[in-house]
């Protein structure tokens, strides 16, 4: 039984489910910022509801190819303790950003195969965290979509790293048994319709974690 995994639980946009998320067990929430997406906030929203979590839950504010000065702007009005970037981002425009606002930065692969991964090296030094994701469909992150697992099991880790798509309450022990990831990061997994969070599915999903 692995009572530390790490658990995000993706696209929260209201107070009640935000609250019921933490209550849940996730260790990080996350608050999407990009206008296409189901699960879209505004900079207002998502400072007002960053300002709910205090102790030891994260915010990790999600936004996609967005430019220097909108990125600094998210970040100096929203306080997260993370940015997560899930676009086209470089190495070397994240380690600037990383610089400027001294705020840990994570990015998101799409995994198609085991030579993604092979590239994801280039991150190392630029980011605090890969989170190896199904790669885009129609939204960049947030699909619901798996990938295959094995390709992480024995690839030689040099970044900390967490494992995304498609995770479910009924999948989520299988995939951290087979992939050994510290972290599970779930969004359309835990909703009844898009960018719609389910109470009881985020606490099945987060017990699921805590017990594999
Ligand atoms: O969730 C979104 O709508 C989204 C939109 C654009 C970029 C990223 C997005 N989500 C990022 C996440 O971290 C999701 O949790 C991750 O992609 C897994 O999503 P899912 O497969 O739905 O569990």
Redesign the pocket.
Known sequence: MSTDTLI?I??LSTPETLSAAIGAGATHV?L?H?EP???HVSIEDAAHLRAMVSGSVKVVL?T?NADVQTTGKAIELVKPDII?F?GNETPEWIALVREKTKIEAWK?LGVKDAETLAKSARYQGAVDRL?F??PAKA???????TFRWDVLKDFDHRIPWGL????TPDNVAEAIRETGTELV?????VESAAGVKDVDKMSAFCKAAIEA
Do not use: I
């Not at 939204?139 to 979509?145: D, I, M, R, S, W």
């Not at 995304?164 to 995770?167: E, N, V």
């Open positions: 995000k993706c696209g996350g999407v990009f997406s189901p699960r999600l996609v997560q899930h998101a989170l994701d199904a939204l960049p992150g947030g699909n619901g979509e995304a798509g498609g995770l990061d779930t969004s359309s997994g």
